[in-house]
């Protein structure tokens, strides 16, 4: 069963902030991630925790095992081009959240993808200022990817 997780960290002015993910409870303090984090970093779809339980709520502790997932956060500067963007994401073979009021989304990498081929697209759009994105948790495998 999915419960929610809450991971306290600091955005990108240094301030404390939280985000709830959901987690599959897997064995004693064990959960795995099971949704794509929008704004938390260093951390991505699948990857492995323990929480501490304060006041009936689990709280993240620290990443056991990476997923080698990447999480892909994007923001839209023009919103015209959010389903054609979304589109050529999925045909990528990755997966997406949506915040369409804020003109987020949060991209999942999976292992099996070659993230060159996601960010060369990713830095088009970018150079064609249609968005700007953030690699918030960048994998050893796609790290690998983009340096070779």
Do not use: R
């Not at 997923?67 to 990755?94: A, G, R, W, Y």
């Amino acid at each position: 069963m999915d419960k929610k997780v809450i991971l306290t960290y600091y955005d990108i002015e240094g301030n404390t902030a939280v985000e709830t993910l959901w987690a599959e409870f897997k064995e004693d303090i064990k959960y795995q991630i099971k949704n794509i984090p929008f704004f938390a970093p260093n951390i991505a779809f699948n990857d492995i925790i323990t929480v501490e339980e304060e006041n009936g709520n689990l709280h993240f502790d620290e990443i056991i095992n990476t997923s080698e997932h990447s999480t892909i956060q994007i923001v839209f500067f023009n919103e015209k081009e959010i389903d054609k963007v979304i589109k050529d994401i999925e045909l990528l073979n990755c997966s997406w959240e949506g915040m369409y009021n804020q003109k987020l989304l949060a991209i999942d990498v999976p292992p099996n993808v070659n993230y060159s081929i996601v960010k060369e697209y990713l830095t088009t759009q970018f150079n064609s200022n249609i968005i700007d994105f953030k690699e918030s948790c960048l994998s050893e495998i796609h790290y690998k990817q983009v340096i070779a």
